[in-house]
């Protein structure tokens, strides 16, 4: 803990702090032997679980094979042309294409100047909360200030509009290259837009001739009950932007889009945007295994069915605790929204102390987002459920 203090850079004034020395399915084990629930699922990242064995036993085959051999887009390389063209299949028209990178602000940055470069336009938009990493270019897209304003100057030509008003979408004009939306913002608090809000969202930027953006870094692989969230939506984006769990606990991220967009990277100057890490072959191989779990157990029919058990559970625990304000969620990206910040951070630590971590999001400091590994049980759901129980009327008292 000291060496972790001293030497690695510090992000949080209060970090969880755990000294994992394994991880399996929904659980995390520390140094003492002591056993966690993990709601949260690595911020996203394990919704088939941790180190699942069909992830293990595809980076041993890889790591017989090759590891990095050239920069991304030179040689070709089985494992990332196989994601690809399941990717292409799963997402179907018109994501033939996917530029494969390292992380989700990374994919953000390429989507952005993607569609700078393609549409020979300036102008980005976003919403008020929205998250799409930390790197200058998904920070400029970042919604909330406190974040932005340590930075500038950040990107120029970014207009923020408030999350779910259709009224706000006429200022995306004809001087807009790109809007970038959560489809389910999840560090803004685990806000849904309106059905209606996205079709217009997607209405106004056919009319003016903007790509649109779906960030789906959080809700894609199954996470809100569908492979991808746009499938529910009823709208489809002109870019996909995916991370996280991807690569099934190795570090990927991916944007998907028409050739006729993506070969905007290709030219004019050729190399216009390049990376050398970017879908590594043992982050591919491991991301094609989990997509086969994903598939073949059918997890986002799965995270439907589990996140209505889950709420109805929560619903119940703010029946019986007046601390607890609003549930609400979609698939297995759930909120407990509580009364205050400081009631909120009390709950997190007692439920810490009974063997469950989770914690509130970035830009909304009263909500409790819980996301497990879509492969969650009963059993555990109802563990958890009886330990949150128990932590609301701990810190009532
Ligand atoms: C919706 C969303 N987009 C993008 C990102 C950035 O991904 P990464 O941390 O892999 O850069 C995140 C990270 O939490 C995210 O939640």
Known sequence: MAAFRRHLAQTSAAPLGLEITAARGSWLTDRRGRRYLDLIAGMGVANIGHAHPAVRRACAAQLRRYLHVMVYGEFVLEPQVRLATRLATLAGPPFECAYLTNSGAEAIEGALKTARKHTGRRGLVAFELGFHGDTFGALSVGGNRVYREPFRPLIPDVTILPWNEARALARIDRRTAAVVIEPV???????????????????????????????????????????????????????????KALG?????????????????????????????????????????????????RDLPARAARMGVLFRRGLEALRDRHRIVRTVRGVGLLCALELTTPAATRRFAAACLARGLVLNWTLHRDTVIRLAPPLTISRKEIAFALTAMDAALTTIRR
């Open 248 to 296: 099934g606990g190795l570090p990927l991220g991916a944007f998907l889009g028409p050739r006729r967009i993506l070969r905007t990277l290709a030219h004019h100057p050729p190399l216009a945007h390049v990376t050398t890490f970017g879908g590594h072959p043992l982050s591919c191989a491991a991301a094609l295994a989990a997509l086969e779990v994903t598939v073949a």
């Open 185 to 243: 913002q999840a560090e803004g608090g685990v806000r849904i837009p309106a059905p209606s809000f996205l079709r217009a969202l997607r209405a106004r930027c056919s009319e003016v001739g903007a790509l649109l953006v779906f960030d789906e870094v959080v809700t894609g692989l199954g996470r809100t009950g569908t492979l991808f969230a746009f499938q529910a939506s009823g709208v489809r984006p002109d870019l996909l932007v995916l991370a």
